[in-house]
């Protein structure tokens, strides 16, 4: 069942990077939203990383998206939202009603904080589904989803924002 599920995702991955257009670098100064992939041993960190983010990136939207695989149903808040077992149907992909929801609103910046390695393709899986114009992950990810992928040292999710607003500083030309 494993493999079933591995090629339908790999499936989705493709048919995305298929269709992907060339990315657009938002304005660090102000990123009017922000979606936030983290995985759920991060959830003490959340609020933390809110209020970092909004503060770093000027941003009056953000939105955490936790990846819950222990527990089965999780209730959501305004700004952290639960992707748990339940969201996924029989061979690994999200339910219709899950895919309608999370590409209902725009992001332009959607930051992949996960590093659990058993769920990387379902965390993979699931960014293809965002609406988002620029996309960034930390680590091992597929690069060919992303328009950044940043490798640090730093082990704490708030300490990679903050790295990645340093880059996004450069890369724009802002100070």
Do not use: Q, W
């Not at 090629?7 to 991955?13: D, K, L, P, Q, W």
């Not at 940043?150 to 340093?166: G, M, N, P, Q, Y």
Request: glycine content about 4%; some cysteine; proline content about 2%.
């Amino acid at each position: 069942m494993k493999k079933v599920v591995i090629f339908f995702r790999n499936r989705a991955i493709n048919a995305f990077t298929k269709k992907r257009k060339a990315c657009v670098l938002p304005d660090v100064s102000r990123c009017p939203s922000v979606a936030v992939l983290i995985d759920e041993g991060e959830l003490p960190n959340s609020i933390y990383l809110y209020e970092e983010i909004r503060r770093l990136f000027a941003t009056g939207n953000c939105t955490i998206y936790v990846v819950n695989t222990l527990m089965e149903n999780k209730k959501n808040y305004d700004n952290i939202r639960f992707i748990t077992k339940k969201s996924f149907g029989f061979f690994g992909l999200l339910k219709a009603s899950d895919i309608a929801s999370l590409s209902s609103v725009h992001y332009d910046m959607l930051l992949n904080l996960t590093t659990d390695e058993e769920s990387l393709l379902a965390d993979d899986y699931v960014m293809t589904v965002f609406d988002a114009s620029f996309r960034v992950s930390f680590g091992k990810s597929l690069g060919k989803l992303y328009d950044l992928v940043l490798d640090t040292k730093r082990e704490s999710i708030v300490d990679k924002v903050s790295v990645l607003c340093k880059y996004m500083t450069m890369l724009t030309g802002r100070r």
